[in-house]
């Protein structure tokens, strides 16, 4: 498996939507979102003036923290606290930052952890944010293109968009850790597409369709683009979700900063008329409200969640 790289910004600009070039992309698109459920993503654009640099300056202070000042960041909300899990020599923290971009929780998070609540941090997340939510709407409206849907199927993406959720990730090597030696973090992200950076760190695996595992090698300047489950079912399952997983060995820690993009919980999710037919692709899920997997998901922690949920 040969991961896809794609350059949105030739030449200092945006590959104009509708162009013949853009098409053509959007084709290229699809296709490696239905082989392998991922894609690199070259945009200079996002990493002018070294802003993903600043991210990662900033994100190292967060984790250098105490330990007790980070674990003050508790939302009621599943996966947005701070949390620390072990698996295959690797010790992980997170922290989950709700809907980034229409909710405050980027400042709740700075005025917790610094005395003055850190303007810089708050600045630089969620700059990063937004752009990175921006090309998450151009990606999405390249697979209504690559799929040659009429264009009210852009409101469908739209809505799936509606959220940017964020997850800051550390991770560092735990040789001593023999217990959790086996325990996999493979998964599926639950939530639209997802969109994430590291510090050149390296440490993402993905399951190939054949059942291997495969290094991500995410060159400087790029991003790594996931399909998610909502995705996947949104497109009668054509597009694929790609497991994954982190395994970490060397000395270095390993940062990482991801924009969930997600539908509002009360959104309905339905397969696309177009996506359809009798022969070669049946309807492979039924319609269903997103806030209704995502609790499903929450309570079975089911690896199979979306087929088990929505599937026909
Ligand atoms: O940090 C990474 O490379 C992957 C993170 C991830 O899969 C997640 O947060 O869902
Ligand atoms: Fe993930």
């Given at each position: 498996?040969?991961?896809?790289?794609?350059?949105?910004?030739?030449?200092?600009?945006?590959?104009?939507?509708?162009?013949?070039e853009?098409k053509?992309?959007?084709?290229?698109?699809?296709?490696?979102?239905?082989?392998d459920g991922?894609?690199?993503?070259?945009?200079d654009?996002?990493?002018s003036?070294?802003?993903?640099?600043?991210?990662?300056?900033?994100?190292?202070?967060?984790?250098?923290?105490?330990?007790?000042?980070?674990?003050?960041?508790?939302?009621?909300?599943?996966?947005?606290?701070f949390?620390?899990?072990?698996f295959?020599?690797?010790?992980?923290?997170?922290?989950?930052l709700d809907?980034?971009?229409?909710?405050?929780?980027?400042?709740?998070?700075?005025?917790?952890?610094?005395?003055?609540?850190?303007?810089?941090?708050r600045?630089t997340?969620?700059?990063?944010?937004l752009?990175?939510?921006?090309?998450?709407?151009?990606?999405?409206?390249?697979?209504?293109?690559?799929?040659?849907?009429?264009?009210?199927?852009?409101?469908?993406?739209?809505?799936?968009?509606?959220?940017?959720?964020?997850?800051?990730?550390?991770?560092?090597?735990?040789?001593?850790?023999?217990?959790?030696?086996?325990?996999?973090?493979?998964?599926?992200?639950?939530?639209?597409?997802?969109?994430?950076?590291?510090?050149?760190?390296q440490?993402?695996?993905?399951?190939?369709?054949?059942?291997?595992?495969?290094?991500?090698?995410?060159?400087?300047n790029?991003?790594v683009?996931?399909?998610?489950?909502?995705?996947?079912?949104?497109s009668?399952?054509?597009?694929?979700?790609a497991?994954?997983?982190?395994?970490m060995?060397?000395?270095?820690?390993r940062?990482?900063?991801?924009?969930f993009?997600?539908?509002?919980?009360?959104?309905?999710?339905?397969?696309p008329?177009?996506?359809?037919?009798?022969?070669?692709?049946?309807?492979?899920?039924?319609p269903?409200?997103?806030?209704?997997?995502?609790?499903?998901?929450?309570?079975?922690?089911?690896?199979n969640?979306?087929?088990?949920?929505?599937?026909?």
């Amino acid at each position: 498996m040969m991961i896809s790289c794609f350059d949105f910004w030739k030449g200092g600009k945006t590959v104009e939507e509708g162009s013949e070039e853009w098409k053509e992309m959007s084709k290229k698109v699809r296709e490696a979102c239905e082989s392998d459920g991922c894609f690199l993503l070259r945009c200079d654009e996002i990493n002018s003036k070294g802003a993903r640099e600043e991210v990662f300056k900033n994100m190292e202070e967060l984790f250098h923290l105490p330990q007790q000042t980070k674990q003050q960041h508790i939302v009621s909300k599943p996966f947005s606290s701070f949390n620390v899990h072990k698996f295959m020599h690797t010790h992980y923290e997170c922290f989950g930052l709700d809907d980034v971009l229409l909710s405050t929780s980027v400042d709740t998070l700075a005025n917790l952890m610094w005395p003055q609540g850190n303007p810089h941090f708050r600045e630089t997340l969620k700059g990063m944010s937004l752009k990175m939510s921006e090309v998450s709407l151009v990606i999405l409206k390249m697979i209504v293109e690559g799929y040659g849907l009429s264009q009210h199927h852009i409101s469908d993406v739209e809505n799936m968009k509606s959220c940017s959720h964020v997850r800051l990730n550390m991770y560092n090597t735990d040789k001593n850790n023999t217990a959790y030696k086996d325990k996999s973090n493979g998964h599926t992200d639950k939530n639209t597409l997802t969109i994430l950076c590291e510090n050149e760190v390296q440490g993402l695996q993905v399951l190939s369709k054949t059942g291997t595992w495969v290094d991500i090698v995410i060159p400087e300047n790029c991003f790594v683009v996931i399909v998610g489950d909502a995705l996947k079912a949104w497109s009668n399952g054509r597009l694929h979700a790609a497991t994954h997983r982190v395994i970490m060995s060397g000395e270095k820690e390993r940062y990482t900063f991801g924009v969930f993009v997600a539908p509002k919980e009360e959104m309905k999710i339905e397969v696309p008329g177009e996506l359809v037919d009798d022969k070669i692709h049946p309807l492979r899920y039924r319609p269903f409200n997103y806030g209704e997997f995502f609790s499903h998901f929450v309570s079975t922690h089911n690896h199979n969640a979306i087929d088990v949920f929505a599937g026909l």
